[in-house]
């Protein structure tokens, strides 16, 4: 698929943000105004909730690691924003919905359905847009992911060997299968864990951090809900990045 830019604007005196498209698909990149060498890239994963909802708190991501010398980039999930929904998807969120809303267990059928079609389409997807971006002038990697859907980033960290660390952020149902594919990840991890997040089971979470194969991993867990994450979180996110990607 190809790249295509098509618009560019100064958000501040230091942070560059431009507009393109994958194909279809649109995305943001974001890169220091003032880089004179080639830098390395963050994926900004993002849960499906559309670029332009996103955007603000991507936006802030991409400032803080332009800060640091790195460029970000994100792209829409499938089914979202603009893109054009998929029916079984819309089905599995109106199901997620129900039992969430009747305090009904969310079951392993419904989880299988809202996350593996997704993660499916998306790292492909994924794939292509670096293939795109690692192209452009002034961007030579490494390459991280940061954020969520953390199955999403499971599953580009075993099947994309140019991602070299990631910054997970646990706050996601993760399917079964998922936790077979963590056994084989074996990049640096840094996980981010709300311990009060009312939407994700905590047990999961560290199952799921337990089960990573990664050599170097660590979990940080904070008191409050899901969008209770606070600010020093950040900068320990931002620390681990310096480390691998520099």
Known sequence: MALRLTSERRLDDDLLERTFTLGEIPGFLWTPASASAPMPLILLGHPPLGLRTMHPRLAARARRAAA?????????????????????????????????????????EIIDALVLPLVGKAVPEWQAALDALLSLPGIDGPVGYSGGVISLGIRLAVAEPRIVAAGLFAGSFVPRAMFEEARRVTIPLHVLLQWDDEGNDRQAALD????????EKSLHAHMGGHTGVPRCAGDTVARFFARHLK
């Open 208 to 215: 799921l951090f337990d089960a990573f194969g990664s050599q």
């Open 68 to 108: 640091d010398g790195f460029a970000t980039a994100a792209i829409e999930l499938p089914g979202s924003g603009d893109r054009p929904r998929r029916a079984a998807l819309e089905q599995a969120r109106a199901d997620l919905r129900r039992a969430m809303k009747a305090g009904e267990p969310v079951t392993d």
